[in-house]
């Protein structure tokens, strides 16, 4: 666990007011909260400064009024570093990670297909794993769709 | 050569590489790959959403069918989240079996993907005995557990059915031969002009890109790039067991050919250690249905690579939110850098070479529109279905 506590005492170190909470839930797990607006200097630090160079994925969690999307990041394949912060459903738009890590393309595009957040500057958000002629705004992984509502749309010709 | 204009050639959705769909848009300049464009989702079945609506026992036989081919791989990583989640430790004997189960379907995923390779380069002679040769793999798998794809031994809290003494020479007997016949398909791939000629300098990922572009599994292995979770970040008995992570440093189809190789030869070994060394004890442990308020990031080294499960739990028997990101979705972004600037005739190759499985891909959202009714059909309805056919 020395180098997960290490990781944590940097991230405080760098990130101080935009850190929300931090925790260790079991060796190489480490789930950090952070601020909305920090993300990109955050990024920046974890996969430049700290070395989790490796994207897993990017989740989205739908807690409601707001979206939380987590990203699941990794040093040298083994500690995992999920980065999370919260988006308010009104205005869903956070910057794009792209740029930073190429890989994270597809990922966001299903973030922003699955639970319509908007990734500002991304390179192209058509759909990726919905059909084409799926209705815009119907994001179906937000609770307030339920399967009775998906089904009506799968089944529309 | 240069023709001097751009050509749009769609690819799919009618199986591009394997019998499955998925669509790739290329450009093309003469016979070279400008651009490639994939369009993913023919699959979607609505998985995610389908977890939040079950129980966690019914979410394991849900797991279970994310995909025909890794099934044990989704299982191990659904079934060991929960059991964090819970809190639950694992009895000994289970967490060998688990690993024993996983690399017998390594073998058989690996081995299937050899015949595709074979096939894709028009060398259907090593198609067909690979392919003869993988029924071992899987009559093993029927002798163990009933089924030959869909095996269902992991369940919450251990493994449904037990590794008994009597089926141990079995297993050993049948690993002898497929050791035997892997050296030599190991040895055709190195020496053969039929695979050398297709596949050196093919389908090129060089290092940097791999990471970039967060690549997985024996596509970045390949790229001599030393990352396996079950050495990084062991679970079952992977920490007890040793064994050697293969890379290559070709960074072409040939060093994803020999990764795979060479990886069935050290699953046999991990296989004979554990079945050597494995305690004895019970299988599994009981559980309580509901599990309390929580989340969990749970990996596991799927035959494709890292396979990453998050759980969220809000103290009830389903869960919040469930989040599977399977190997084959994270190596897209790499294989449309490997596409490019390739030939029109590599394409078939190049697509197998990352070994995509887009049924597990593929997972979320909603089915396959025109065939919905038929998503509602009852069993009853099933059944006539295909007694008719």
């Known amino acids: 666990m020395e180098k997960e506590n290490e990781i944590v005492e940097k991230l405080k170190d760098f990130l101080k007011e935009n850190l929300v909470n931090v925790t260790i839930p079991k060796k190489r797990r480490i789930f950090v909260y952070i601020k909305k607006d920090a993300l990109e200097e955050a990024m920046e630090y974890f996969v430049k400064d700290l070395k989790f160079k490796h994207l897993s994925t990017i989740t989205g969690v739908d807690l409601g009024e707001e979206i939380e999307v987590i990203y699941h990041l990794s040093y040298k394949g083994s500690i995992m570093l999920s980065a999370r912060l919260a988006v308010s459903k009104k205005n869903p738009n956070i910057p794009t990670i792209t740029d930073l890590i190429p890989g994270a393309v597809l990922y966001e595009r299903e973030v922003h297909d699955l639970l319509g957040v908007d990734f500002e500057r991304h390179p192209d958000l058509s759909p990726l794993m919905l059909p084409e002629k799926w209705p815009k705004g119907v994001y179906p992984l937000r609770k307030e769709y339920q399967l009775k509502h998906l089904r009506e749309i799968t089944s529309e010709k | ?389």
């Open chain 2, 1 to 389: 050569m240069s023709h001097g204009s751009i050509i749009k050639v769609p690819f799919g959705p009618q199986h591009p590489a394997l019998k499955e769909p998925e669509n790739f848009l290329f450009e093309v300049d003469g016979e070279i790959v400008v651009d490639v464009k994939p369009r993913l989702g023919y699959n979607h079945r609505g998985i995610e959403k389908a977890f939040e609506l079950r129980t966690y026992i019914q979410n394991i036989y849900l797991a279970e069918r994310i995909c025909g081919i890794c099934s044990d791989a989704h299982t191990t990583c659904y079934t060991q989240a929960i059991e964090e989640l819970l809190n639950v430790e694992l009895p000994p004997r289970a967490r060998y079996i688990r690993v024993i189960i996983a690399e017998l379907e390594r073998i058989h995923s690996h081995a299937l993907w050899v015949g595709i390779a074979a096939h894709e380069i028009g060398f259907d002679t090593l198609f067909m005995y690979v392919w003869r040769d993988r029924e071992t793999v899987l009559d093993l798998f029927e002798m163990i557990s009933g089924n030959r794809i869909h095996y269902a031994m992991n369940t919450i809290g251990g493994v449904r059915r037990d590794i008994h003494a009597a089926m141990v020479p079995k297993i050993i007997k049948g690993l002898d031969f497929l050791e035997e016949r892997l050296k030599y398909y190991l040895r055709i791939v190195q020496t053969e002009q039929t695979i050398l000629k297709r596949t050196v300098g093919v389908g090129i990922l060089k290092p940097k890109d791999a990471v970039n572009l967060c690549a997985v599994g024996p596509t970045l292995r390949a790229s001599g790039i030393k990352n396996d979770v079950r050495s990084d970040d062991p679970y079952a008995a992977y920490d007890e067991i040793p064994f050697n992570v293969i890379t290559h440093s070709g960074c072409d189809i040939l060093s994803r050919t020999l990764v795979r190789c060479e990886e069935m030869l050290e699953s046999i070994k991990i296989i004979r250690y554990a079945l050597d060394s494995m305690p004895e004890g019970i299988i599994r442990v009981q559980v309580p249905k509901k599990v309390p308020q929580g989340e969990v990031v749970s990996r596991v080294e799927a035959p494709r690579g890292e396979l990453i499960h998050y759980a969220k739990s809000n103290g009830t028997t389903k869960p919040e939110r469930y989040k599977v990101r399977s190997p084959t979705l994270a190596n897209i972004p790499a294989l449309c850098k490997m596409l490019l600037g390739g030939y029109v005739a590599d394409i078939p190759i190049v697509l197998a070479g990352i070994d995509p499985c887009f049924a597990c891909m593929d997972r979320m959202a909603f089915v396959d529109i025109k065939q919905n009714k038929k998503w509602v059909w009852t069993m009853q309805q099933l059944r006539r279905k295909y007694a008719k056919e």
